[in-house]
């Protein structure tokens, strides 16, 4: 169920770009988004920091490609949104001494920390490489191009993530994971 809540903004984005255009496409993908976010609070109670910062980013570009009418703004989303996790994971780790993504998944997943570590590593290079794929496709290929590359590239997102599966399910325990309230 929450993979198709994944994938409903980029489905509709994607369908409303065929019948229509980019500009009807980016109001679709933001409203679908506006509406992805509330089922997901309404399921969760909470959104995730990433939740909140891709809605802000696609209100963001999408209101500039609307407003100013230049589809650039919304083929660069993606762009900006995994330069930023890259950064934000990579100051983090070695600026900060903290990983997020332990932060964040630590409580449902028991895993050492240097797998932890690594975990967090192959986060940077994923979103440095999703960041540079998308910037290229954007940067040198037209817009038609763009929008199947957005369809047709999720089998990296969706490959590395059954690979990071296969990864960590070898370290992975049937123990409950420490409660942070435990001592």
Known sequence: MKILIDFFPILLFFGAYKFYD??????????????????????????????KITLALILIFGTLTLVLHDERFIKWKPTVLYAAM??????????????????????????PEPVWMRLNVIWVGYSVFM???????????????WVNFKIWGYVFPLAFLVGQGFYISRYLTDEEPAKASEP
Request: glycine fraction near 8%; hydrophobic fraction near 55%.
């Open 22 to 51: 980019i500009y009807i496409g980016t109001a679709v993908l933001m409203v679908a988004t506006v509406a992805q976010m509330s089922l997901i609070y309404a399921i969760d109670r909470k959104l995730t920091t990433l939740h």
């Open 131 to 145: 960041a540079v794929i998308n910037g290229y496709v954007a940067a040198y290929f037209s817009t038609e191009a």
């Open 86 to 111: 890259a950064i934000g994971l990579g100051v983090a780790v070695w600026v900060y001494k903290k990983n997020f993504l332990k932060a964040m998944l630590g409580s449902q997943l028991t895993l």
